[in-house]
T-cell receptor
Framework: DAGVIQSPRHEVTEMGQEVTLRCKPI?????LFWYRQTMMRGLELLIY????????DSGMPEDRFSAKMPNASFSTLKIQPSEPRDSAVYFC?????????????FGDGTRLSIL | GQQVMQIPQYQHVQEGEDFTTYCNSS?????IQWYKQRPGGHPVFLIQ?????EVKKQKRLTFQFGEAKKNSSLHITATQTTDVGTYFC??????????FGRGTSLIVHP
């Protein structure tokens, strides 16, 4: 079975540009999570969806970040405008059932560098 | 909010030595999950513990959940170079939001 698929794997762009990260969860999973990982802050939950509906976005750092899940097989995380401090690895994860009921399956991540 | 603290942050061992990482919470956890992340990789689920005092084993890995369900540990017996990586615990925060510890990075010297 295909795992969680993220694209792109790497993104290098200049400050001020719009960045869009994409995620395809595992088919049939009803929860989708976006994380950001840095050395300074570790693994942070940004937002999660249940059945395509955003449930908690309290981890989104500021209004420059937005996330959507138009259907069960696709989600995007957008940063506009991007800043150097947004440089990090962004992971998408999906699960069948909420946290604590089932394991989370992570994608390979997008390594984002903002110059 | 809910915080899950992990110690140590780093651990260097000689191949063949044992390794333990500890996870502590200020509040009672309904369950705890453990993940491993290889360098350059993504977190991979290892196991979930639910019951008070629960002990589970996976080959050389032993996972424990404390009696009060506020702490957990992962012990690796006779480490191998393939054990290198960062081990995370994760507990459910408010509204069952997953909260990850900072992780323990294991470095194994051959």
């Amino acid at each position: 079975d295909a795992g969680v698929i993220q694209s792109p794997r790497h993104e290098v762009t200049e400050m001020g540009q719009e960045v869009t990260l994409r995620c395809k969860p595992i088919s049939g999973h009803d929860y989708l999570f976006w994380y950001r990982q840095t050395m300074m802050r570790g693994l942070e939950l940004l937002i999660y969806f249940n059945n395509n509906v955003p449930i908690d976005d309290s981890g989104m750092p500021e209004d420059r970040f937005s996330a959507k899940m138009p259907n069960a097989s696709f989600s995007t995380l957008k940063i506009q405008p991007s800043e150097p401090r947004d440089s990090a690895v962004y992971f998408c994860a999906s699960s069948l059932g909420g946290f604590g009921n089932q394991p989370q399956h992570f994608g390979d991540g997008t390594r984002l560098s903002i110059l | 909010g809910q915080q899950v603290m992990q110690i140590p942050q780093y651990q260097h061992v000689q191949e063949g030595e044992d390794f333990t990482t500890y996870c502590n919470s200020s509040t009672t956890l309904s369950n705890i999950q453990w993940y491993k992340q290889r360098p350059g990789g993504h977190p991979v689920f290892l196991i979930q513990l639910v019951k008070s005092g629960e002990v589970k084993k996976q080959k050389r890995l032993t996972f424990q959940f404390g009696e009060a369900k506020k702490n957990s540990s992962l012990h690796i017996t006779a480490t191998q170079t393939t054990d290198v990586g960062t081990y995370f615990c994760a507990g459910p925060g408010g509204s069952y939001i997953p909260t990850f510890g900072r992780g323990t990075s294991l470095i194994v010297h051959p």
